[in-house]
Each structure stands twice: as C-alpha cells, then as structure tokens.
C-alpha cells in the first residue's frame, strides 16, 4: 500500500445491524471484523491537498506548526474568526482540499493528540451535508471525553494520549462510523448527500469551551472503495 508522509515544513459494504447501545453512542465498542482500512485504497496526498484555516488577522506560525510530522494546531476562544466576512466561531484546523467527495464510500485516518484543559472544541469532523453544515462533528469535553456534537458518547480518556482516529462515510448508505485504535466505537446515519470533506484541528463550539484549545495531528490518510 503506498504512503505519502509530509516533509518538514510543509504548509501548505454491507453495512453491519448494530446494537441500539452502538448506534447511539455507548462506549461498549463492536467487535471490528479487522482493520477498518481493509478493503479501502488509499489516496495518495499532496501538500496542497492540506489546506489551512486560521484566524484572519494573525499569521500562520502564531496558530500552527509542523514539526517531525505532527501538526499542531492551537487557538482562543476570543479569537478572530478564519475569515473577517464569516460569523463562525474561531478555529485552526486542516481542511482536506482537492478530495470532495458526494458518492461512494470515504475513509478519513489519522492520529491525534488532545493536551488536557482542551474543552469544547471540535477535532475532526465531515463538512457539508443536506441538511445543515455538516455530518459529522466530533468534540472533546472535559474530562476528555469524545462526543458526537455535543451530546453522544462517542469515547473516554483522550487527553495527553495519541489515539487513532478512523472515519468512514458510506455516502449511499447513509452512514457514518467511528473508530478509535482500530475499534468501532460509533455509528450514526448521516445527514445526506452533499459536497464533503474532512477536516481535523480545533475548531471552538457555541457554547462551554476552554479558553486555550489545541490538537495534534499526524499520519493523516485518506481511503475511498
């Protein structure tokens, strides 16, 4: 399988009935029949491919590095948001360009790593949908925890840890499953069609968040069937 890494300073299907438990969130995880790329060919990345979005009016090395691999990525809650037209909420996050997708089945991975005090802030999500922005947010809360949004359990225990994290998105299924380390922990219809994309960082929610949020990021793929 050919793998793509990033050099130093680069900036840039069946699908299974699961347990109601599952399906809404529990912690009490699937058994995974192997790993969830199996099956999948991944798509070769190039540097443009990871597209940056910060606050407007600070440069990039004040919310970004990249260094042995890893993007960190940081930002406050009285941030400006990544465009001085926008309304949202502030963010620095890496938005896979070049790779939208409205059809078959997307798989997102990568690895990251949540500093503890990190509250409130989305880590990865899928962009864009029929209904709404988006299909799929996933935030940490305090304790570390991992919710779908602000309300499902998705995982537990996620601070000062690297995790691996596994998106897949069955576009004409209509389904969207998590894994963390290798093991379904998640899944959750989709909100429909639409132009897609992924992307992972920190990007603050409405409500309740830290003042200071951080992600890391590394090994970042993406797979399609």
């Known amino acids: 399988m050919k793998r793509f890494s990033f050099s130093h300073g680069t900036v840039l299907t ?8 599952i399906l809404f969130g529990s ?8 790993d969830p790329t199996d099956g999948f060919t991944e798509v070769p990345l190039k540097p443009s491919n990871i597209a940056l979005q910060k606050p407007y009016d600070v440069p990039l090395d004040q919310r970004y590095s990249f260094i042995d691999g890893v993007h960190r990525m940081w930002v406050y809650s009285d941030d400006k948001p990544f ?9 620095t996050e890496i ?3 070049g790779l939208d997708y409205s059809s078959g089945v ?9 500093p503890k005090g ?3 802030a989305t880590v990865a999500q899928i962009h864009g949908a029929s209904h709404g922005a988006t299909t799929l947010i996933l ?6 925890e991992m919710r779908y949004y602000d309300t499902l359990h998705v995982a537990g225990d996620l601070y000062d840890t690297w995790f691996r994290l596994n998106i897949v998105h069955d576009v004409d299924g209509g389904m969207v499953t998590v894994f963390l380390n290798g093991e379904q922990k998640f899944q959750h219809h989709d909100e429909g069609p639409g132009d897609l994309y992924f992307k992972c960082g920190v990007y603050a929610a409405p409500a309740d968040i830290s003042h200071y949020m951080e992600s ?3 090994n970042i793929k993406i797979y399609r069937k």
């Open 14 to 21: 069946i699908i299974l009935v699961l347990p109601a438990a």
């Open 27 to 34: 912690d009490i995880a699937a058994a995974s029949a192997g």
């Open 83 to 91: 465009s001085r037209h926008s309304d949202t909420q502030p963010r």
């Open 95 to 97: 938005r896979i360009a």
């Open 106 to 114: 997307w798989q997102f991975e990568g690895h990251g790593y949540v």
């Open 118 to 120: 990190t509250s409130g």
């Open 139 to 144: 935030r940490i809360y305090e304790p570390g």
């Open 216 to 218: 890391r990021w590394k």
